[in-house]
């Protein structure tokens, strides 16, 4: 027996225009869905594989400061983080004796799971003078006395906000 709101003939929600696509929702082994924190922990899984996953993990909070610093009208965008650019920062900013000469604290893979309190807590900045075309912003938080730096690109194709690296150290950016 099919639900009445969906259309037994096309498998779809009435009124979609796609149909349902399980593999957009992830589950846990239980039947429920994954936590923000738990399709983080799944795409660090893959890093270092060449597959590209992106993991949706919050709603833009104040979009008018990121657009103020791009230039791009984010409203409705989303905050992501894919398994290469949690490669690129393990690799560049997770070795310890690299990182504290620097004055940084090195990354772990259980950062990425404040992700989401980073970009809703922390402030926007303009980015250093980069190479990449995309519009780039930062966003510096401090959580419990240790010091965010997130680096983000914007994709309005895709109307997301990339993660592109995350350093950490005591005190504030």
Not at 114 to 128: N, S, Y
């Amino acid at each position: 027996m099919t639900p009445p709101f969906v259309d037994a003939r096309n498998r779809r929600i009435r009124g979609s225009r796609r149909p349902f696509d399980p593999s957009k929702h992830p589950r846990g082994a239980n039947g429920r869905f994954l936590s923000t924190a738990e399709k983080i922990e799944q795409a660090g899984r893959l890093v270092g594989q060449n597959a590209t996953v992106h993991v949706e993990f919050a709603t833009v909070v104040r979009p008018g400061a990121i657009t103020k610093v791009t230039g791009v009208d984010v409203r409705g965008f989303r905050h992501a983080v894919s398994n290469q650019s949690m490669s690129h920062t393990l690799k560049n900013h997770g070795n310890p004796k690299v990182e504290a000469p620097r004055g940084q604290i090195a990354v772990t893979p259980k950062d990425f799971e404040k992700l989401p309190q980073i970009v809703r807590l922390g402030t926007v900045h303009a980015p250093d003078p980069h190479k990449s075309l995309l519009p780039r912003f930062v966003i510096k938080a401090e959580i419990d006395g240790i010091g965010y730096h997130y680096v983000g690109d914007v994709k309005a194709g895709k109307r997301r906000l990339d993660m592109v690296s995350l350093r950490m150290k005591k005190g504030s950016w």
